[in-house]
């Protein structure tokens, strides 16, 4: 029975071992993603003023085209995952 007790205690550490850098990985991604959209946000802003001190005028097809930038760079970042060690 001990034998048993220890195994599964060892199961369970390791599986909260591969959680733990799930976690990691995923407050990681989150604060890095707030801090790029705040410093892009920024710049927007800066550009703006410096343009016409006013607010952006983003029509569709520049908004498209920032859309589909954006599902290629989140695809590779996903990418990276498939690489062999």
């Not at 989150?30 to 790029?36: D, K, Q, R, T, Y």
């Not at 989140?74 to 062999?84: H, Y």
Request: proline share 2%; net charge neutral; glycine share 10%.
């Amino acid at each position: 029975m001990e034998k048993v007790d220890k195994t599964l205690n060892q199961e369970l550490a390791s599986m909260d071992d591969s959680q733990d850098w799930e976690r990691r990985v995923i407050l990681a991604g989150g604060i890095l993603g707030a801090f790029v959209g705040v410093v892009t946000s920024l710049l927007l802003i800066r550009t703006s003023r410096e343009a016409h001190s006013g607010p952006p005028a983003i029509n569709t097809s520049d908004a498209f085209k920032v859309g589909i930038t954006a599902i290629g760079l989140v695809r590779s970042i996903a990418a990276l995952g498939d690489r062999q060690r």
